[in-house]
């Protein structure tokens, strides 16, 4: 059952992962980069990796693809844009990190299949479902949570004060 | 699922709890009273800043470590958690400039500088490199805000913008090294990793090093050290004067922090080839401060290279790797927030909304307009430039006589050209100041500053204090070195 569910999950993902780069209409390639997604996030939970799932929904899928959304609305891109001209530094470079992850890949699976590493899914309740997570971030990460808490405040307030239109405050009262 | 969470240990975090409430309080009070003056909101944040101060002295002691060892209150973090409060009653008292700064939003302008003071504490208190990380990215945001608060101004929007993209990218670096060292040992708890450093060795795993030099590298753009100080003097001349004489003082000493605790717990940055580097990159980043301050007109960009430069000097002490070196950057660390808010602080004193006074030209026989003015500059200038009895002399005799003691003369022998190198351009404003005649059409200075004036004398007279009575400070960081050995 499980091996079906993967092989089905990464068909998926690798189909609209290809679907998205050839597709010509922006806005087609967006959503198959959802559906990628939703897709590797359904691996996470077959590696019992729940709570990565999770968050790579939440913040993948919903959060950067709606602004991914926004901005290619926004710019107001059609569907019949030319091929993005890359210059031959770019495709150099491109043409070398598709060797280097290849060759990556490939390493992990020839070390796999001589036996010097092994595949190991995450077991229950070893690192990645909700509740170790959880556990770990109100005992030994407590203050680290907290922090980001603080952190996260003044990102919004930065940005408010950045994005405020008054620039001078009221006069004092007299 | 059974976790104890058992008593905490609350007064290591009492000095960051002490400054988040602050910066609530004083948003808070923003809001609801938007007409409230802003020489009530700076003393409402005074009292605040001094009421952590005192919680921050009460960590002076043996080590208290709490929630699970991610943060800690021990002499080195009073001390520096100390000097980051001074250095930010410090900034609000300059940023009181009723003439200058008429355009700013003081209640945002001070939350987002005590918040920014948050971060530099848990930098220095932090024993969990997730928290120093925190603690830096808290800093950073807040000096973004900051170095671009003056929206009218085109420079200051530049100088957001630079911070902000270059800034992004070295706390990726940091993260990096973490992630490599947390990948190396199996925990980013410092304690954790000298443990494992301890029982393996650092160049056992190939991650670990990569991880440190990236973890260098990350705090290196915070230190404005060579090759990473290109930003510096644009978010200098760009962000509000107060901002940037804290950024200058206070980012730079929580970098020194972050960068002292790792070195000195897990001695990685001295077993193995690092001292070389380290040693090149002091000399370069001494050398292209002062060499391209020498041709700056403008004396905030002036201020930037010459703060460069002090990076380098700094860094110095933390190559000799000994007790003196240890203290003696403390020591530089102190007297270079006094002298570096002092000669911002001028600036701030004389600008007016429409004229900044930050050029030579503008200083020109300042001696016969604003005689105190004029005065208070030439002793932090001769203090930057190391010149007795100020404090600026008495820091580099022991961060050079610690290198001495370790052996790297030839170092010393660069740095001590290098100041001669920086008299030129820290008397030059000297010279302008008291040996020009003023020009017909000076534009006027600001008046009626008494919280600048403040700041101005309590810097002198510490610039001074730690120039004359040096001894008992030095003992009080003495103590703190040792304590980590």
Redesign the interface.
């Given at each position: 059952m499980q091996e079906i569910l993967f092989f089905v999950l990464a068909a998926v993902a690798v189909l609209s992962a290809l679907g998205m780069l050839l597709n010509k209409n922006p806005v087609y390639s967006v959503l198959l980069l959802i559906v990628t997604l939703f897709s590797i996030a359904g691996l996470y939970v077959l590696l019992n990796a729940s709570f990565i799932a999770a968050v790579h929904l939440i913040v993948y899928a919903g959060a950067i693809m709606v602004l991914f959304l926004f901005v290619i609305m926004l710019l107001d891109i059609r569907a019949d844009v030319e091929h993005i001209n890359l210059k031959r530094l770019s495709r150099i470079l491109a043409l070398l990190a598709t060797f280097i992850f290849l060759g990556e890949t490939f390493l992990i699976i020839w070390m796999s299949l001589k036996g010097k590493a092994a595949f190991v899914g995450l077991g229950e309740g070893i690192l990645g479902d909700v509740?170790s997570v959880g556990?770990l971030l109100?005992?030994?990460?407590?203050?680290?949570f907290e922090?980001?808490s603080?952190?996260l405040?003044?990102?919004i307030?930065?940005a408010i004060?950045?994005a405020?239109r008054k620039?001078?405050?009221?006069?004092?009262?007299a | 699922?059974n976790?104890a969470?058992g008593t905490i240990d609350w007064i290591p975090?009492a000095p960051?709890i002490a400054l988040?409430v602050l910066g609530f309080l004083i948003?808070i009070i923003g809001l609801f009273f938007?007409?409230?003056?802003?020489e009530t909101l700076g003393t409402i944040t005074l009292v605040g800043l001094a009421v952590t101060f005192f919680l921050i002295l009460q960590n002076w002691g043996e080590p208290r470590y709490?929630?699970?060892n991610?943060?800690v209150g021990d002499k080195f973090s009073t001390v520096f958690n100390g000097l980051f409060v001074v250095g930010a009653a410090l900034t609000i008292l300059l940023s009181l400039n009723s003439q200058e700064n008429?355009?700013?939003?003081?209640a945002?302008y001070f939350?987002?500088i005590v918040?920014a003071t948050?971060?530099m504490v848990?930098m220095s208190a932090g024993t969990?490199l997730?928290?120093i990380f925190?603690?830096l990215?808290?800093l950073s945001?807040?000096l973004?805000?900051l170095a671009?608060?003056r929206?009218?101004n085109a420079f200051s929007l530049e100088s957001?913008f630079k911070y902000f993209l270059l800034g992004a990218f070295a706390s990726g670096f940091l993260l990096y090294g973490i992630a490599l060292i947390y990948g190396a040992t199996g925990s980013a708890d410092i304690q954790e990793v000298t443990r494992w450093i301890q029982q393996n060795s650092l160049t056992g795993s190939l991650m670990l090093p990569i991880g440190f030099l990236l973890l260098f590298v990350g705090l290196g753009f915070k230190l404005a050290i060579f090759p990473f100080h290109m930003w510096a003097p644009d978010v200098y001349q760009g962000a509000p004067t107060p901002i940037s004489a804290f950024m200058a003082t206070g980012s730079k000493a929580a970098a020194f922090a972050a960068l002292l605790r790792v070195a000195l717990s897990t001695q990685s940055y001295t077993a193995i080839a690092w001292e070389q580097v380290l040693w090149v990159i002091a000399v370069a980043t001494m050398t292209i401060g002062n060499i391209i301050a020498l041709r700056q007109d403008n004396i905030k960009r002036m201020l930037a290279y010459s703060s460069i430069a002090h990076a380098g000097y700094i860094l110095i002490g933390f190559i000799a790797n000994n007790e003196l070196g240890h203290s003696g950057m403390l020591f530089y660390l102190l007297s270079y927030t006094f002298m570096n808010i002092g000669a911002f602080g001028v600036i701030s004193y004389l600008s007016t909304a429409e004229h900044e006074f930050v050029t030579l030209g503008d200083v020109r026989g300042l001696a016969y307009r604003r005689p105190f003015a004029a005065i208070a500059m030439a002793v932090f200038m001769f203090s930057l430039a190391g010149i007795p009895p100020t404090a600026g002399f008495i820091s580099k005799f022991y961060i050079f006589s610690a290198a001495v003691k370790a052996g790297y003369v030839w170092l010393v022998i660069l740095g001590v050209i290098n100041s001669m190198i920086s008299l030129y351009y820290y008397l030059g404003v000297v010279v302008q100041m008291f040996m020009s005649a003023v020009e017909e059409k000076a534009p006027a200075t600001a008046t009626q500053q008494p919280a600048v004036a403040l700041a101005l004398v309590v810097s002198m007279f510490a610039v001074l204090g730690l120039g004359i009575f040096p001894s008992r400070w030095l003992a009080v960081f003495m103590e703190m070195a040792r304590s980590f050995i």
């Open positions: 509740p556990e109100f005992t030994k990460y407590l203050l680290p922090i980001a603080v952190l405040l003044v990102a307030v930065g004060i950045l405020k620039l001078r405050p009221e006069p004092p009262a | 699922m976790t969470i975090v960051f988040s948003m938007p007409r409230i003056y802003r709490a929630f699970a991610t943060i008429r355009y700013l939003l003081y945002d939350t987002v918040f948050a971060g848990l969990h997730l928290t925190l603690g990215e808290t945001i807040a973004y805000v671009g608060f929206r009218e957001a």
